[in-house]
T-cell receptor, first 115, second 115 residues
Framework: ETGVTQTPRHLVMGMTNKKSLKCEQH?????MYWYKQSAKKPLELMFV???????ENNSVPSRFSPECPNSSHLFLHLHTLQPEDSALYLC??????????????FGAGSRLTVL | GENVEQHPSTLSVQEGDSAVIKCTYS??????FPWYKQELGKRPQLIID?????GEKKDQRIAVTLNKTAKHFSLHITETQPEDSAVYFC??????????????FGKGTHLIIQP
């Protein structure tokens, strides 16, 4: 698969489990993002990484922990989640430059269900 | 931070008619406004975008208009077809200094094309 790849596509976990979501981009972009998509809510920006440095954390609970080992890979580590955390988690990447147009390419998402 | 409002939440139009989706934003520094289309079970994909230095942009049956004074922008789809049925998201961004800034999205509009 080209573009932005996310695994797993579906994940069911209990509130005491620890799991991770993985994202890989094959586009040579320099920025990566995690978004949360819940029913009847806007896409919520969670984390931004620019050149592997975290530049934004939108007041996300500490039970979500991002990791960006290099500009092509992004992880979201999950632990002691709540049922309301069930959602589609979308990864995206972009090439940030001086043009100011931040065109995001999204992955297919990881559907998370917390029991 | 930026706040984006999108209306309507659901829009049903007859095939062949036009559809208009409207968004407002709060941050006057925002200067990039993309529109994403998300078909059922698929990832959001960019369909058109506009920067604050232009008032209108067209791409075949799709057009976007921007009113910076009023801080609102709209998506216009003419001669709608069944494949236009999807959820459409507007977004706003205020990139600064070439760094990555996540987009702030509206809640989305479910466009239904009636045969």
């Amino acid at each position: 698969e080209t573009g932005v790849t996310q695994t797993p596509r579906h994940l069911v976990m209990g509130m005491t489990n620890k799991k991770s979501l993985k994202c890989e981009q094959h586009l040579g972009h320099n920025a990566m993002y995690w978004y949360k998509q819940s029913a009847k809510k806007p896409l919520e920006l969670m984390f931004v990484y620019n050149f592997k440095e975290q530049t934004e954390n939108n007041s996300v609970p500490s039970r979500f922990s991002p990791e960006c080992p290099n500009s092509s890979h992004l992880f979201l580590h999950l632990h002691t989640l709540q049922p309301e955390d069930s959602a589609l988690y979308l990864c995206a990447s972009s090439q940030v430059g001086r043009s100011g147009a931040n065109v995001l390419t999204f992955g297919a998402g990881s559907r998370l269900t917390v029991l | 931070g930026e706040n984006v409002e999108q209306h309507p939440s659901t829009l049903s139009v007859q095939e062949g008619d036009s559809a208009v989706i409207k968004c407002t934003y709060s941050d006057s520094a925002s200067n990039y406004f993309p529109w994403y289309k998300q078909e059922l079970g698929k990832r959001p994909q960019l369909i058109i975008d506009i920067r604050s230095n232009v008032g209108e942009k067209k791409d075949q049956r799709i057009a976007v208009t921007l009113n910076k004074t009023a801080k609102h922008f709209s998506l216009h789809i003419t001669e709608t077809q069944p494949e236009d049925s999807a959820v459409y998201f507007c977004a706003a961004s205020s990139p600064s200094g070439g760094g990555a800034d996540g987009l702030t999205f509206g809640k989305g509009t479910h466009l239904i094309i009636q045969p």
